[in-house]
Structures are given as structure tokens and as C-alpha cells.
């Protein structure tokens, strides 16, 4: 089955830790996206990648980092920089980040605790 | 700024219809795209419109006019299955969704 899995789905980090969320596809998918969700407000863009070794910052790339060694793989570390880090995350890809309809599937998220 | 609009909660009855509205101010646009998320899950996909009209879907449909920045997803023969948020987004002149805060639809029976 093809698909998008992110793990863990709930996880709780102590304040001034690092955390990194992991974001797998095997869709064959080129580019990968993270957003924040939190209630009352729309998706909001992290990172983007559309090609391996390659990625972009959103609209709240600050506290947030990424790569992307492999085209299956979109992993994102929540450094302790991030103020609010406690939010739903969630990671998309679609099959190459353009137009017409590159429709963005998206994983089951990762709920993310800061105590 | 750019900004996409869409009610807070809207509720309905088993069996009914339902129209929710999309209003959006964006730089440029390559696309509106509608997405039902269950609470605490992943949004799906349910349409797209690029061009001015009515996409029709089995139950669902999706209307777009580009000229007044408007887009209304209609949901016929409402099911309790039904009750989720609907997100619009409208892809802008960068190829980024622009995303609303959702709507959340409540079913009565």
C-alpha cells in the first residue's frame, strides 16, 4: 500500500530539548512538505522540498530545521528555539510541487507536547 | 496580505444539504483545492477547481468563480460520517496553498 507514515503519533519533549519527526513516503513522490496546525488557524508551510539536497523554508521556518537525503524521507527537527512548539504537525508530498492538480497527500500527523 | 475566509461552524441535519463558503485574497491563483480533516486526522482530498464552474463529484460538489474570489463546497444527502472540518486552499503565485482556518460541520440527526 502506498502511502505517507509519520511517526510517532504522539510525542511529549521536555522544554530545550530537540525533537525530530520522521516523515516517509513511498508514493514516488518529488516534493514534501511540513505544516503546523493549531486550533483556529489554517495549515501553516514549515518547509518545503521539491528535489533531493534541496529544500525551502515557509512562512515559519524559524525554530524548525530539515533535510532531505533521500526522496523518501522528509524528517524535521523542533529545535529549542521554537517558542511554541506545541502544535499538530503534519507532513504532505505531492508528485512534483507545481500546478494543475498536484494534489498534496498528507500523513497522519504527529501531535507534539511541550511540558 | 493574503487571506482565505470561511465560517467558523456551521451545522446541519441528517439527510439535508449543506453549502460551505470560501472567500480569497491572494497573490495570483493556480487553484483552489478542498480538503475534509476528521478531528485529530489527516486532511484528504475531496476537489479542485481552476477554472470558473461547478465540479461535481457524487455527493459532493465544488463552485469556483475567480472573478469575485469565491468558491462554495455543497454536500448533498448529508450522512453523520460527514461531520469533520472542511479546509479550502488556494494555491498562489508561488505554487504554495494558502489555507483557510476550516469549517467545522456538525450533523444533527
Known amino acids: 500500500d502506498g502511502g505517507i507514515t509519520q511517526s510517532p503519533k504522539y510525542l511529549f519533549r521536555k522544554e530545550g530539548q530537540n525533537v525530530t519527526l520522521s516523515c516517509e513516503q513511498n508514493?514516488?513522490?518529488?516534493?514534501m512538505y511540513w505544516y503546523r496546525q493549531d486550533p483556529g488557524q489554517g495549515l501553516r508551510l514549515i518547509y518545503y522540498?521539491?528535489?533531493?539536497?534541496?529544500?525551502q523554508k515557509g512562512d515559519i521556518a524559524e525554530g524548525y530545521s530539515v533535510s532531505r537525503e533521500k526522496k523518501e524521507s522528509f524528517p524535521l527537527t523542533v529545535t529549542s528555539a521554537q517558542k511554541n512548539p506545541t502544535a499538530f504537525y503534519l507532513c504532505?508530498?505531492?508528485?512534483?510541487?507545481?500546478?494543475?492538480?498536484?494534489?498534496?497527500?498528507f500523513g497522519p500527523g504527529t501531535r507534539l507536547t511541550v511540558l | 496580505g493574503q487571506n482565505i475566509d470561511q465560517p467558523t461552524e456551521m451545522t446541519a441535519t441528517e439527510g439535508a444539504i449543506v453549502q460551505i463558503n470560501c472567500t480569497y485574497q491572494?497573490?495570483?491563483?493556480?487553484?483552489l483545492f478542498w480538503y475534509q480533516q476528521h478531528a485529530g486526522e489527516a486532511p484528504t482530498f475531496l476537489s479542485y477547481?481552476?477554472l470558473d464552474g461547478l465540479e461535481e463529484k457524487g455527493r459532493f460538489s465544488s463552485f469556483l468563480s475567480r472573478s469575485k474570489g469565491y468558491s462554495y463546497l455543497l454536500l448533498k444527502e448529508l450522512q453523520m460520517k460527514d461531520s469533520a472540518s472542511y479546509l479550502c486552499?488556494?494555491?498562489?503565485?508561488?505554487?504554495?496553498?494558502?489555507w483557510g482556518a476550516g469549517t467545522k460541520l456538525i450533523i444533527k440527526p
Open positions: 522540498s521539491q528535489i533531493v539536497n534541496d529544500f
Open positions: 491572494t497573490s495570483g491563483f493556480n487553484g
Open positions: 508514493l514516488n513522490h518529488d516534493a
Open positions: 486552499a488556494v494555491r498562489d503565485s508561488n505554487y504554495q496553498l494558502i
Open positions: 477547481n481552476v
Open positions: 504532505a508530498s505531492s508528485i512534483e510541487g507545481g500546478g494543475g492538480v498536484d494534489t498534496q497527500y
